[in-house]
């Protein structure tokens, strides 16, 4: 038994969606855009470096820029351009990761110490300030007009998704559909201009620019609903943030907008004082999982992402079959089977 | 008596350098920008235009759009891109304005209660991206990618020297040539960029638009180093922002820098304490300004001052006299002269 156990542990593994191939398909790539995002982020104030490559190099996934080198790949791209703005992309995104975090107090990101708890938010405001300008050098360098009308369109569109979260954090009358204009702003939008980045320099027709913008933009909603779904779900050490999060930062994700939709008045109370007046005690994020389970608050949040996983995958319904494609269609699945 | 006293200060004052013509040159384009500023701060989510309002519309001077402006008059130029450039000038201003009143944690800005101090630190944070990348966006609307090069890079910049005032901020042994670096990330370089893209828009030769560059960083310097000597020696209630902030703060400013190399070692043991240790007490400022005094530290640093000055006047050596030409000069009188 001690034999058999493992095997089929790795035999369910290997029929598990995965990043396995997407990664594959742009692993080449991905090397000259981590090498390219190492070089743009020197400065002569040494701080700036190594601030950024903490949280640059700090084991993140690499998801956006994947995508517009996944994306450039399945518009049939031959050249170069997708690495440098790949690299902006994820430059872009660090900014906001460092900012979020200040924002948010946070401790922890992807399982290391977030930079505001290593060197204070003074630092991680303005490095992202830096990461956020070098950015757009790069984008003038790579001399597109369409590529930074989407950037810059994006980047604004964020910060007021934040700000918007920053509004309805501690509301539980917030409904599913503000929510999902949190979502879309926080994280969706940039999704969208990754892979919308990804036809614009592959010079492709304005349908299939459009098809990248909806396929990013949704797998991007997906990708958010099950993080939410996680946040509830997880283990510190399987997602590198630490279980209940969300909870304790008083935020109102999808799962608790639905349980507290469906939960009696004593529930309801319940959740108000824990995420509206934020008192908490031992035991409150216990009760408020089995609260969400009771509801099949989470099971429900995953499900809504497969709505979205579901028109991400029927965005790219006019491209032909290949390898691009099959490991962008995989992408989706992963998203949101990774909940699990 | 009584009558004759306020008469000799009118004569005086209007003898005194002035922002007037400068001012009156740009005042109908001014309000132009104005309105756009207003206009371009809206959002779906209120409390962005509700923040941008307050800093934006706080009675700051309008110095950097109004060198743009002035700039492309005295490059001759006839058109209207230099109004949405000048806005898209005083956003990415008003954005480095609300990180910077997070990292220092002021209280007050221009004699008003700072963002920050009213709805916390992180909108401010936030709708400073959010300004920010608007600016962006507007840039990309006006569609030069060399303006999109100067403002980007001149934003990195920004960042950069916001970092190193940041390393540099308890610091004694920062050399005046280091001090002077951060002078030009924190303020210089994007007078700089807004006196370049007045030359841009004009489409001014090589020349020109190098010259434009010299008087605003020039110009900028000189500006800085005036406000240094300013916060030893101003009222709360003439410059809008309280008398020895830096001191406070424990910001190493050119008059400190001055004062510590020039004094005894009872003196720097002094200025340790205080700046370095940020052990300070009641009298501490006053004896402070009484150091800068015997050592002459703030009159040598309105002479320093005077030294940018004198380059940024001669930057404009090349330019025909007239209106424009002579209001950018006197407005370099009035950014040193207004220390006194």
């Known amino acids: 038994m001690a034999v058999i156990v493992p095997l089929e542990g790795e035999r369910r593994a290997a029929a598990r969606p995965s990043l396995d191939a997407i990664n594959a398909l742009v692993a080449e790539d991905l090397k000259e855009v981590n090498a390219l995002i190492m070089r743009r982020m020197e400065s002569s104030v040494p701080l700036i470096p190594q601030i950024a490559t903490h949280i640059v190099a700090g084991g993140g996934k690499r998801i956006r820029p994947t995508l517009t080198l996944a994306t450039a790949r399945l ?89 918007q979260q920053l509004m309805t954090a501690n509301d539980l009358s917030t409904s599913e559909s503000t929510y999902l204009e949190v979502v879309k702003g926080k994280t969706a939008v940039l999704f969208a201009a990754a892979c919308q980045v990804g036809a614009i320099v592959a010079e492709q027709p304005r349908g299939a620019e459009e098809a990248m913008d909806c396929y990013g933009l949704n797998l991007g909603i997906a990708f958010q609903l099950a993080d939410d779904a996680i946040d509830y779900a997880s283990t510190s050490a399987k997602m590198g ?29 319940f959740w108000r004082r824990t995420l509206e007046k934020q008192e908490q005690k031992d035991g409150d994020l216990d009760h408020a999982i089995a609260l969400l389970q009771r509801h099949r608050a989470i099971e429900d949040t995953v499900e809504r992402a497969r709505h979205y996983g579901a028109i991400a995958r029927d965005a790219l319904g006019l491209f032909p079959d290949n390898a691009a494609k099959r490991a962008l269609l995989e992408t989706i699945d992963f998203t949101i089977e990774r909940a699990y």
Request: aromatic share 6%.
């Open 75 to 163: 518009c049939g791209y031959q050249g170069k351009r997708q690495l440098g703005l790949a690299a902006c992309i994820e430059f872009i995104h660090t900014a906001t990761l460092l900012h979020d975090d200040v924002v948010d107090q946070s401790r922890l990101r992807r399982g290391r110490d977030t930079a505001n708890s290593l060197w204070g938010n003074k630092p991680s405001v303005l490095v992202g300030d830096f990461l956020f300008s070098r950015a757009f050098q790069m984008m003038v360098e790579d001399g597109s007009l369409p590529v930074l009308a989407v950037l810059s369109r994006a980047s604004a569109r964020i910060a007021e998704g934040e700000v």
């Open 241 to 269: 943030k630490a279980k209940g999060d969300d909870f304790r930062d008083g935020k109102i994700t999808l799962p608790v907008i639905l349980a507290y939709r469906r939960g009696s008045e004593i529930e309801r109370e």
